[in-house]
């Protein structure tokens, strides 16, 4: 006789973290393409992961979407979009060169730090900018100021150790998706060595990033385990998933449901379940979904803020 596993259909309480998932950014990045492909037909090329979500972008390439890391891999004649991330300016100066058609789907939130950035260059002064190596969005914002305009801090030993020549004429500036607790530290310790240092006009994390991190908090503190769902290179979701971390749950990023491991779930009560800010919902119901095979559920949504922003699409694709 088959052994009877005895989890099974052993209760199980899901907290749904709220916000989650798709922010303002993400939304109008993703409906540009979709807008491109209608006004121009495939192919349309995509400079980059229109979003690090790899659900968004089969489903985008099955419309006619082609990925594609660097400019000079888009054939001729045909238009272009620059992902949500942002890109350096030498990226738009090389499609104007060679008269592409292109539309920039960076999140307008990474436009305003470009613009600050420009701005501080312009002052005089020289910028910290805090975030990860490496990071697309990073090499965008990089990419706006001339070269040694702008120093990388990642940590707080950065912090600690980051040498300037000036520390007179000195501004910081932060990537939109980071922990906004590591950043508070990072921040600190910048300003107790560098007290004439400029902090940004606003916040540069974003709402969104922020409102995720509070909400994840919430549940992960009452669950057993949470997953995350999104891509191991999506910033934003692996900082949802440490936050949880540290909340106490042992907290996995998966993809989507077929990612997901049984043996995670051992002697689990609660679980939470969040999404990354590139992470579509079907993704999300596809996990409670398969979560509700093996285990008799209670799923409740936790509510921590409430979103309503939305930003406007290039007249380019509405008109
Ligand atoms: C653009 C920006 O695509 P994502 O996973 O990107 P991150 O930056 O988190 O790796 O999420 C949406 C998004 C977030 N930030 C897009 Cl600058
Ligand atoms: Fe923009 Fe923040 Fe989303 S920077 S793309 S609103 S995660």
Redesign the pocket.
Known sequence: MADIDPELKRPLRVLVAAPRGF????DR?IRIVELALEKWGAPVYVRHEI?HNRFVVENLRAKGAVFVEELDEVPEDVPVIFS?HGVPKSVPRAAEARRMVYVDAT????SKVHRQAERLIAQGRHIIFVGHAGHPEVIGTFGQVPEGAMTLVETIEDAETVAVDDPSRLAFLTQ??LSVDDTRAIVETLGRRFPAIQSPRGEDI????SNRQDAVKVIADACDVVFVIGAPNSS?SLRLREVAERCGARAYLVQRAADLDWAWLAGADTVGITAG?SAPEVLVQELVEALGERRRLSVEQVSTAVED?AFKLPRVLTE
């Not at 999140?107 to 990474?110: G, T």
């Open positions: 922010c303002a950014g993400v990045a979003v949500a999140c307008p939130l990474v939109t998706t974003c709402y969104a990033t934003n800010a922003v």
